[in-house]
């Protein structure tokens, strides 16, 4: 098989091709040997896609806005940079068909509809691929005199499933490199539309409930596993009384900052203990200068897909 090419193998023999000690044949179900016998040349078949994955991205748009902010870095750097390490991070996420992407801000009102700066875009599906069916392994023999019909029809079987597998791997690198094309397509049209957006500082408040029932929602209508990324300080200041269930969703908070070195310590205790009632998974946080592209895509790419 050509390198990259993602099959599992799996054997359809109905029989099992073995060496006997001191003979030297193919062994049929039956028990007969027939000396001079190739062994059944085995097949493979394509590895499934695996569950779909949907990417969630939030970023605080009133960073600064409330009364327990960070001077160290003021408007608009928190969301700029979100902006552009989400983009920078699309290339490496592995994504493929299937998986999905949104993008909504944080602010006084985040499950208002307006917050969606990048709408739920799904990575478009291959059409079905059509493979040839696979040759028919003869029967084993049921005595010696069958050895010589056994011995040609395994010759011919194994003559076609060689060819078999020749276009099985010119089908399967085909589609593969279609999907890669798909794939590349969507991620530059999608870093257009973040590179695109504009926020605009929000001085009401900080709802990071409403954000999180947004993406609970998203996550909750989308099956597969899901993966939220939060760029904030992680101060609610609206007391938004929706609590959603993010079901076992992997959590990562990132350009996480305040000036209060106690005050941030706490903020990630109480959030980690959050987030644990909200049925998702422990929660990582990233510091803002621990927060780079290959940060965020490495702990993206942690629990696998």
Same mark, same amino acid.
């Given at each position: ?20 000690? /001191? ?7 039956? /028990? ?7 062994? *059944?040349?085995? *097949?493979?078949?394509?590895? /499934? ?6 990417? /969630? ?13 960070? @001077?160290?870095? @003021?408007?608009?750097?928190? +969301? ?6 989400? =983009? ?8 493929? +068909? ?16 307006? !917050? ?26 049921? &005595?010696?005199? !069958? ?6 029809? $395994? ?5 076609? =499933?060689? !060819? ?35 926020? %605009?500082?929000?001085? %009401? ?17 989308? +099956? ?15 007391? &938004? ?19 209060? @070195? ?21 929660? $990582? ?21």
């Amino acid at each position: 098989m050509a390198k990259g090419l993602r099959a599992r193998l799996s054997l359809v023999l109905p029989l099992v091709a073995a060496l006997v000690a /001191g003979a030297c044949g193919g062994l049929g179900s039956s /028990g007969v040997v027939c000396p001079g016998a190739p062994s *059944l040349e085995a *097949l493979w078949t394509p590895a /499934g896609a695996g569950d779909s994955i949907t990417y /969630g991205f939030l970023i605080d748009r009133a960073y600064t806005g409330d009364a327990k902010r960070s @001077p160290s870095y @003021p408007w608009p750097q928190l +969301p700029m940079t979100a902006l552009n390490t989400v =983009a920078g991070a699309l290339t490496s996420l592995d994504l493929r +068909p299937g998986d999905s992407v949104f993008g909504t801000w944080i602010s006084h009102n985040s499950n208002d509809m307006r !917050e969606i700066f990048l709408p739920l875009s799904q990575v478009p599906k291959s059409s079905a691929t059509e493979y040839p069916p696979a040759p028919t392994p003869p029967k084993a023999p049921l &005595n010696q005199l !069958e050895c010589n019909d056994y011995t040609a029809k $395994v010759r011919a079987y194994n003559a076609a =499933a060689n !060819e078999w597998k020749t276009k099985m791997e010119d089908i399967t690198q085909r589609a593969a490199a279609q999907d890669a094309r798909t794939v590349a397509t969507f991620i530059e049209r999608t870093q257009v539309a973040i590179r695109g957006a504009s926020p %605009v500082q929000d001085p %009401v408040g900080t709802d990071i409930y409403g954000g999180l029932a947004v993406a609970g929602g998203v996550f909750g209508a989308n +099956p597969g596993k899901h993966k939220l990324v939060l760029f904030s300080d992680m101060t609610d200041t609206i007391g &938004n009384p929706i609590r959603p269930d993010l079901g076992q969703s992997d959590i990562v908070v990132g350009l996480y900052h305040r000036d209060d @070195p106690s005050d941030q310590g706490k903020g990630q205790r109480d959030w980690e203990t959050t987030f644990k009632t909200l049925n998702a998974r422990a929660p $990582v946080f990233l510091p803002w200068a621990a927060t780079t592209v290959d940060k965020i895509v490495e702990q993206l790419k942690a629990t696998g897909r």
